[in-house]
């Protein structure tokens, strides 16, 4: 089996197995951590699908000693890894405030079932 085709398989295995918990699991802290695996599981896909070899990172380089030929190189485009980076970025930060949210939910009921959540009996602060 190609490389590339069995890392492909084993991303999507984990995507599927983020989103199975996230659908299954009455936890709340759960299913932060399946989101996060499937998130985690789809950047790496796109990691894997923007790989090629042969490509050259668009970095300037050196000066070239005088005399020399330079051999142009094909360079990696730079925006899809700046899209990455960015979904990375907005990933963390929205993991951050759901684990913010479920300390607060926390106070209420410390068992973090889904189930025993309903809207009526929280106040403004999180309070019963």
């Not at 999507?12 to 998130?39: H, Q, T």
């Amino acid at each position: 089996m190609d490389p590339f085709r069995l890392l492909e398989l084993l991303i999507l295995v984990a995507v599927l197995v983020g989103f199975v918990g996230l659908l299954l699991r009455r936890n709340l802290f759960l299913k932060v951590l399946a989101m996060d695996v499937m998130g985690s599981a789809v950047v790496a896909l796109f990691v894997l699908v923007a790989a090629r070899a042969g490509l050259r990172s668009p970095i300037l380089p050196a000066p070239l000693a005088p005399g020399a030929v330079a051999v142009p190189l094909p360079m990696a485009d730079p925006i899809p890894q700046a899209v990455i980076l960015t979904a990375i970025v907005i990933g963390l930060s929205i993991q951050a405030l759901l684990l913010v949210v479920i300390t607060r939910l926390a106070r209420v009921d410390p068992s973090l079932d889904l189930a025993s959540f309903d809207g009526s009996r929280l106040d403004a602060g999180g309070r019963r």
